[in-house]
């Protein structure tokens, strides 16, 4: 009776995907694919096809690529009827209907949430609403940006020392612009690598001329008379003159329209089983919602079951195609995701390059090269495996590691490697710091513990 | 034409920039910089950067028997690999 369903379902169903960026374009290109012939609507919040984010940090900003010109190209013909420039608002789950802004409804047979998410912006209203202040997530983001740094401000100001804001200053630096970086941790990147590495990027930043601020944050945002930003106030009493603020302070997720639906979905994003199914409030998997991309937060069994929300590039595309060959495949076609968690970043003419989940590791051990010369491969390890590792300039290493991962090598790491030095041969602590503080900018968020772990205690509501 | 390159399979190769260095250049050591709109004269250097890429990372629509992925290279890219 299910192959019955979704043969029918295959032909004739009527599928939704929310959410036009690269999740969604992937998915919808998948379903064509493997084909489903059925109505296919594309619901963007945004009045743009999709596009590609990653440039907007990197080559838009220096000017190498038009903000207007990162469309994602199309691997085959969709065939779809897209709703673009208008939001979704809600779901109905019970009448299998999306409700969109303009007060239109859609009905589904199945739907992709893939909705992502987008910058967090300043915490205070009337100050991210000055003249100046910028956020770095869209393409009309990157565009006012790269328009406000071509008219040479006498120096920007960067909150937060994650991979975005970290790009940004390293842009800037290449543009000969002044840029001042303030993070709340030790150093940047702490979030997605920990202290140990973060030192390294801290050197970086210092090197090529970034005034690096950390252990501080930013108190207020202090404007002029005609409502331009004109300073920017630290927490150890500094006070710095800018003319361009770019708040880099992580990302929210864009769950609020499924307030009210009965899926589980809130400030963590959307649970969903591995085989991309959205969990409802009650724990219970869906039947025909289904979730992809950088909103969806899924068990790993390479990493204990723990949920991993992956906002990764790479994970939007491997989770999409996933989800769409479910939302039309019956019980045993049926595939998990089990993506390698992988992420990139290129900044001061470093690429730096991550596999497996870093913040999961308490140890490090460089196996090649040396910290020292910013060329290495730093391996991390957790309750003696290799939960992950990561490259600066040694990308071409990573899959071997990438394959040692995937096998639950041992760590310490034994093996004897190429270009290993003597301070690679114990492991040192990977400095993250306690995940109940706050911090912004991990690639990867960790939810929930290994039953083994009995770090949380779970208390049942009275009735 | 529109392009895309899978930054996670490049391993900075470079030969991309060899081949197409209006589109792609290399940035520091093997950091990839490119334009992901390419300009028409431009399509032979992106055809032949596509087939020469050791990796397969990079996807372009416009060229013909570019667009459409092979099922292996499909196969490989839902491994996320």
């Known amino acids: 009776m299910e192959a019955d369903h979704v043969d029918r379902l295959r032909h004739e169903g009527r599928i939704v995907i929310v959410g036009a960026s690269l999740a969604g374009l992937r998915a919808a290109e998948t379903l064509r694919a493997e084909g489903f012939t059925g109505s296919l609507t594309m619901i963007g919040d945004e009045p743009y096809e999709p596009y590609d984010r990653p440039p907007l940090s990197k080559a838009v900003l220096l000017g190498k690529a038009s903000p207007h010109h990162t469309e994602l190209p199309h691997r085959r013909e969709i065939d779809a009827t897209w709703r673009l420039g208008v939001a979704a608002t809600g779901l109905d789950l019970t009448a299998k209907r999306v409700r969109l802004a303009d007060g239109d409804e859609v009905e589904y047979d199945r739907v992709l949430i893939a909705t992502g998410v987008r910058a967090r912006p300043w915490p205070k209203e009337a100050e991210a609403g000055l003249d100046g202040v910028f956020v770095l997530r869209t393409r009309d983001d990157a565009t006012a940006l790269y328009q406000r740094l071509k008219s040479g401000p006498r120096r920007v100001f960067v909150i937060g020392a994650g991979f975005a804001g970290s790009e940004i200053a390293s842009a800037c630096r290449e543009m000969g612009i002044a840029v001042t970086v303030a993070e709340r941790a030790g150093a940047p990147l702490v979030g997605a690598l920990g202290g140990t590495i973060g030192a390294v990027a801290a050197e970086l930043q210092l090197e090529n001329g970034v005034d690096l601020r950390t252990r501080v944050t930013v108190t207020e945002l202090e404007g002029d008379s005609v409502g331009r930003v004109r300073a920017v106030h630290l927490s150890d009493e500094s006070v710095i003159e800018a003319d361009v603020v770019v708040v880099s302070l992580g990302s929210l997720y864009n769950t609020e329209w499924l307030n009210g639906s009965g899926l589980g979905a809130g400030p963590r994003g959307v649970a969903c089983d591995a085989g991309c199914r959205a969990f409802d409030f009650r724990g219970i998997v869906t039947d025909d919602v289904f979730v992809a991309g950088d909103v969806a937060r899924s068990p790993h069994p390479l990493f204990g079951y723990q949920f991993l929300a992956l906002e990764h590039w790479g994970n939007a595309v491997a989770q999409a195609e996933t989800a769409a060959h479910n939302m039309i495949s019956a019980g045993a076609e049926r595939r998990p995701h089990m993506w390698m968690p992988a992420f990139w970043s290129s900044q001061f003419g470093v690429n730096i390059k991550s596999v497996g989940v870093p913040p999961m590791g308490d140890q490090l051990m460089v196996t090649q090269g040396s910290l020292a010369e910013r060329r290495f491969i730093a391996v991390y390890g957790h309750r003696g495996r290799m939960v992950a590792a990561v490259s600066f300039d040694n990308t071409r290493w990573l899959e071997f590691y990438q394959r040692q991962i995937e096998r639950g090598a041992p760590f310490p790491v034994e093996f004897p490697t190429m270009d290993r030095r003597p301070e690679g041969r114990k492991p040192v602590a990977a400095d993250f710091p306690d995940p109940s503080l706050p911090t912004h900018g991990p690639t990867v968020t960790l939810s929930g513990f290994s039953p083994t772990d009995r770090q949380l205690v779970f208390t049942p509501a009275h009735h | ?81």
């Open chain 2, 1 to 81: 034409m529109r392009l895309v390159v899978d930054l996670n399979k490049c391993q900075g190769y470079a030969q991309c920039a060899f081949l197409a260095p209006d589109v792609f250049t290399m940035h520091g050591e093997e950091s990839l910089v490119y334009n992901p709109r390419v300009a028409e004269d431009q399509r032979q250097g992106l055809a032949r950067a596509v087939a020469a890429c050791p990796v397969q990372a990079i996807t372009a629509d416009g060229l013909d028997g570019a667009a459409e992925p092979t099922a292996e290279s499909a196969r490989e890219a839902s491994h996320g690999s």
